[in-house]
């Protein structure tokens, strides 16, 4: 069983930069899809962006196409979100979701303000 821990949140600026970072300890994440979830204030969660450590595809949403980038690092088990060109919208707790095939797991979030 997998456990995942987000950080890495903060306010910013809009058009600002954030990195947020999945620390996984359990199990490693090579053979999960890995993907990063926003939730809005009073909105559902939204899959933003997913990764699959079988064939090193990626899913970017279009709201996020072109700004968000993730990335995997296998050494230290993480998965990263590099954020830019932030905008209020963007606004919301990020959860990191990981799943083998059958289950999934979830991270507590971080939350990401962009504000002045």
């Known amino acids: 069983q997998v456990q995942l821990v987000e950080s890495g949140g903060g306010l910013v600026p809009p058009g600002g930069s954030l990195r947020l970072s999945c620390a996984a300890s359990?199990?490693?994440?090579?053979?999960?899809?890995v993907a990063w979830f926003r939730q809005g204030p009073g909105k559902g969660p939204e899959e933003l962006v997913c990764y699959s450590s079988l064939d090193g595809s990626t899913y970017y949403a279009e709201a996020v196409k072109g700004r968000f980038t993730i990335s995997r690092d296998v050494d230290k088990n993480t998965v990263d979100l590099q954020m830019n060109s932030l905008k209020p919208d963007d606004s919301g707790v990020y959860f990191c979701?990981?799943?083998?095939?059958?289950?999934?797991?979830w991270g507590q979030g971080t939350q990401v303000t962009v504000s002045p």
């Open positions: 979701n990981a799943n083998p095939g059958w289950q999934d797991y």
């Open positions: 359990g199990s490693t994440l090579n053979y999960y899809r």
